[in-house]
């Protein structure tokens, strides 16, 4: 669930786009990014694209060699995906790799 009540996995990809540009406003970029912070926009990038897609996250999990619980922790960064569950994601959705790291790789 959000803060504000409303439970993540309904976010639209746009908010998830958001909230990503958001935490990179929010985090000095001049200094090194927190690996909380990575994580955190890590996960939100994952949930942007896995809504995009129409996704669930059981879908996603069962994909990738997860349960959906290990998603929901990466979505809110409480768990950062290692590169392997990353580069397996990237092929189910056919995503390049790259798109994670747009934008936050000035750090």
């Known amino acids: 669930m959000s803060r504000r009540g409303r439970p993540t996995d ?14 990179l406003t929010d985090t000095s970029l001049e200094t090194s990014l927190p690996d909380s912070t990575f994580n955190k926009i890590m996960g939100l990038k994952l949930r942007q ?7 669930t996250q059981t879908k996603t999990g069962k994909r990738i060699g ?10 809110i960064g409480l ?11 990237c092929i189910l959705t056919d995503t390049d790799i790259n798109w994670f790291f747009e934008n936050v790789t000035d750090w």
């Open 66 to 75: 997860v349960t959906f619980q290990q998603i929901q922790k990466y979505e």
């Open 10 to 23: 309904n976010w639209t990809p746009e908010e998830c786009k958001n909230k990503i540009l958001s935490s």
């Open 49 to 55: 694209k896995r809504l995009e897609l129409g996704y």
């Open 79 to 89: 768990n950062g995906i290692s590169l392997i569950k990353l580069w397996k994601f």
